[in-house]
């Protein structure tokens, strides 16, 4: 997640995100950097939340902490597949990383074809090693965070050039994704879709990198966690019924598994980092 460092006469937060540049906006959700060397540690965890996306990390300062606990840390460079449940990032200091957050299935075409359930950080060094150690040390000559997130951006565009072929298929599989994310199951989903569910699961593992199943569960928790922070307060049961559960338990009983804590408890608490979006 991003960061930022003090640049002369402004002072920047520790997180900064880069919107995409129009021609990505297809397939990167936002580019980032933490900068924490001048921050002091902190108590409260930031959560990094599933929304079925994938990225990567570049470590220049110490290596951030892995999503899961009981995964090593990578040392300069990490791959993020789609991330099951939430993690959680207890602010530190010394921390200077950049990274990229792709949308669910954006990164199909940065990976060359491999498929998204093959992905990994030793993967992705193989297909990316030589051009992402060009760009790590290219982020640590840079001298100003604003300058280095304008740098990554460009790399972007150079790794990922749009085409008309790519971004008509970029939509065929967010209409995917859309019907899964709303049919009341996988069968249903397929059935709509005019597929088999093994055909719907293939694309799935191929294209996204998790299961149809898994998918819709994430987004259905997504759907929550907006809801009870961007919405009107809104009573559980009727977030439960909104959101098709059998009732207030389940619902419970699902967010709970996937974010960590009860979603009343989440309505209540407060990020520790306050982003800066650049322009």
Same mark, same amino acid.
Not at 167 to 180: F, G, I, K
């Given at each position: 997640m991003p960061s930022c460092s003090v640049m002369p006469r402004m002072p920047l937060k520790p997180l900064c995100f880069l919107p995409p540049p129009p021609a990505l906006r297809q397939q990167v959700q936002a580019i980032w950097c933490l900068d924490t060397r001048q921050s002091g540690p902190g108590r409260e965890p930031a959560f990094m939340h599933p929304d079925g996306g994938t990225g990567f990390v570049l470590n220049l300062g110490r290596p951030l902490p892995p999503r899961v606990p009981g995964e090593q840390p990578p040392v300069w460079l990490g791959w993020e597949g789609v991330q099951p449940i939430s993690g959680r990032l207890t602010p530190d200091t010394g921390w200077l990383s950049y990274g990229v957050r792709f949308h669910p299935g954006g990164a199909r075409r940065f990976w060359g074809g491999v498929p998204m359930l093959q992905t990994s950080t030793e993967a992705l060094d193989a297909v990316h090693g030589h051009a992402l150690r060009r760009l790590h040390q290219r982020l640590g000559e840079v001298g100003d965070v604003r300058a280095g997130l304008q740098h990554l951006a460009d790399w972007l565009m150079q790794q990922l050039q749009p085409s008309t072929a790519c971004?008509?298929?970029?939509?065929?599989? @967010?209409?995917?994704?859309?019907?899964?994310s709303q049919a009341e199951s996988v069968a249903r989903a397929a059935a709509a879709l005019h597929l088999s569910r093994r055909a719907l699961e293939r694309r799935?593992?191929?294209?996204?990198?998790?299961?149809?199943?898994?998918?819709?569960?994430?987004?259905?928790?997504?759907?929550?966690? *907006?809801?009870?922070?961007?919405?009107?307060?809104?009573?559980?049961? @009727?977030?439960?019924?909104?959101?098709?559960?059998? *009732?207030?338990? =389940?619902?419970? =009983? *699902?967010?709970?598994?996937?974010?960590?804590?009860?979603?009343? =408890?989440?309505?209540?608490?407060?990020?520790p980092f306050s982003p800066l979006v650049l322009g």
């Open positions: 971004q008509v298929s970029q939509r065929s599989l @967010e209409a995917v994704m859309e019907q899964v799935f593992a191929e294209q996204v990198g998790v299961s149809p199943k898994q998918y819709a569960r994430i987004q259905r928790i997504a759907r929550a966690r *907006d809801l009870l922070k961007r919405g009107p307060p809104i009573r559980q049961a @009727e977030l439960a019924q909104q959101l098709g559960y059998f *009732d207030e338990a =389940h619902f419970i =009983h *699902d967010f709970r598994a996937m974010v960590g804590i009860t979603p009343g =408890h989440y309505a209540r608490r407060q990020s």
